[in-house]
């Protein structure tokens, strides 16, 4: 039996095994590759769990994360942030086993990776909407240049293109984050056919409300969405899950009650849930807190009782009269988080359910 | 000569000492012990500086944060955190050496703490605005009953009131900190006469934005303000330092240009900086441009260039037409935090500007 006593991440495994063996499984029905993106869980026991669902290639958000999965025996990872080249010393000491894709969106890139003396695999960056880094999924002639620029080189070989529909994050509710799905592959589509002599790239998508939702991938060959693995408030506002569907809560003890404002101050802040909000029912919200259940357990969420503010140590939780006066000091209360990506790098471990410490590489990372 | 290859937290120490040289006399001209908040740079090595210039007593945010401290030698530290009674076994293991107070703000703590025989020290909160934690500094007769509990019981010693005004950080230029300073004190003042037989109680508070712009401090006898240290892009926002002040700021590899937006991707997002923002000139920012000297070395505020987003790990770049032609991919930019505590809490660590590394808690609490 775990005792909590500060702010611990909450891992409920068949929620978790689930949501990753669902994903996988449409993945498959839709003949899409799946390359799943490891940044949520950064976890070599989780990757574990991945690898028993039938998964072969991951997706990772740096170099120091593509070695921690290539050292647990992970053979083709792609690195889906922008190639940044003065870690290319780093890239020399990567393991020989594990086939490395790194993604690239611009020329200077591509000439300096030419010339660095190493075989690698490059996947190009398209922006189909997000408008955060890539060419634009419209820009066809700068595509092919970009193709061609990386065909010339002896050294490079060309994966394909990348594309993340980060803009999908805007959506709220389903009938959005399907729209917002049917562009992107019908534009992905359109690329591909304008793309001369290149028709047959192949193209790697996924966000996880757009994989969530969205029905037939008719633009892409593969999925790297990341979240899914746990979902969190953020992605049931999207409606890219149900609250059900949340695979992680944060577990925070009571430390104060103010009964004028019907507030209760928990241990819990910036530096554990990190600050992402989004509007829950109108407030401004950093958690839900859901029903406590047995030790490490939680139910469904409870109706109006939010985090309304952090800071670096402190959560103010918004309740109702009613929930005011069953909590105590001393109590530890379950609080869903907005972004489980981040409260996963913040917390820097898991407790699951079964009180088993799983270990996260922001802890790994900070060893070095 | 030290080479960045990853977002990485520079201090430049001359600024910093300065900061806590400056906090430290004004203190001191105004008869206020000075307790500084240690939970900004949570680093042993800047400690050091802050005893250097004679400080003797700290203050700290949580109970493990207390404990590296006083393995480091501090004799006199608060933990300015509500008690969390989940945490009262990890009390017994505290060195005898230090002095330990604790924060507390109900009966239920109290009570509690009665019961633990421990000898312990106790600061009463009060709520002086902030509306987080505390009991409010107009309830005089809740403050006395309280300050009657904590003196019933033989292991209790009552130390005095603590207070963080942290409604400070709504304000937007000096003039609007000179009034939450005002009524800060007034109030302060106004609770101290009205506490019948506890006239002389000791009073400690202390936001950075009062202490740093604030002149007489009529209704308390210590101040405890953390973040002038570093201060920060809020800080200076807020009207409590000049942007010359700012200590640290993050420097971030270029990853990525995007000419049709005016925008440059860099190494460097929500893991880093951590997500606060504050408004700049009319613009969401977090984090702004300032010119690169040298390696690790800063100068003054690039106009108009500001982070307009941040995801995990990737920095969006608002620039000028001009600046945008200057930065080149691989180029290192230095980017001043919104928030320096957190982002000196995500990044785990300093470099100076010397090039000497420097240890912050967050990675020594990771290893346990």
């Given amino acids: 039996m775990i005792s909590i006593t500060k702010p611990t991440l909450i891992l409920d495994e068949d929620k978790c095994r689930y949501n990753i063996k669902r994903m996988k499984e449409k993945a498959d029905a839709h003949q899409q590759d799946f ?76 000439s300096y990776l030419s010339t660095s003396g190493l075989s690698l695999s490059i996947f190009i960056e398209i922006d189909s909407g997000a408008h955060r880094t890539g060419l634009s999924s419209s820009d066809y002639e700068g595509v092919l240049e970009l193709i061609r620029l990386v065909k010339s080189f002896d050294n490079l070989t060309l994966r394909g293109l990348y594309s993340h529909a980060g803009h999908s994050y805007q959506c709220r509710g389903e009938a959005e984050v399907k729209a917002v799905h049917h562009q992107l592959h019908n534009d992905l589509k359109g690329l591909k056919a304008a793309l001369k002599g290149e028709e047959d790239i192949y193209i790697c998508t996924g966000d996880t409300p757009t994989c969530s939702v969205g029905g037939h991938f008719e633009g892409s060959n593969s999925l790297s969405p990341g979240n899914f693995v746990f979902y969190d408030v953020m992605q049931a506002e999207i409606g890219a899950c149900s609250y059900h569907d949340i695979a992680v809560a944060v577990a925070c003890p009571v430390v104060s009650k103010n009964a004028d404002r019907k507030e209760i101050c928990i241990y819990g802040g910036a530096i554990h849930f990190s600050k992402d909000s989004i509007e829950v029912n109108g407030n401004k919200s950093f958690g839900q807190l859901v029903e406590s259940q047995g030790n490490l357990e939680w139910g469904t969420v409870v109706p109006d009782c939010y985090l309304k503010s952090l800071s670096q140590e402190h959560g103010l939780l918004k309740v109702t009269l009613a929930v005011f006066d069953q909590i105590q000091v001393g109590d530890v209360l379950m609080i869903l988080p907005i972004h489980s990506c981040l409260a996963a790098e913040s917390l820097g471990c898991y407790i699951t359910t079964n009180g088993t410490e799983l270990e996260h590489f922001s802890r790994v990372k900070s060893q070095r």
């Fill in 35 to 110: 390359r799943p993106h490891f940044k949520t869980h950064q976890s070599n026991a989780i990757g574990e769990w991945v690898r028993e669902a039938g998964v072969e290639a991951i997706t990772v958000s740096s170099l120091g994360m593509a070695y921690y999965f290539a050292q647990a025996g992970w053979e083709d990872i792609t690195v889906a942030f922008p190639f940044n080249i003065l870690e290319t010393e780093d890239l020399k000491k990567f393991p020989a086993h594990c086939r490395l894709t790194l993604l690239v969106d611009n020329e200077q890139t591509i």
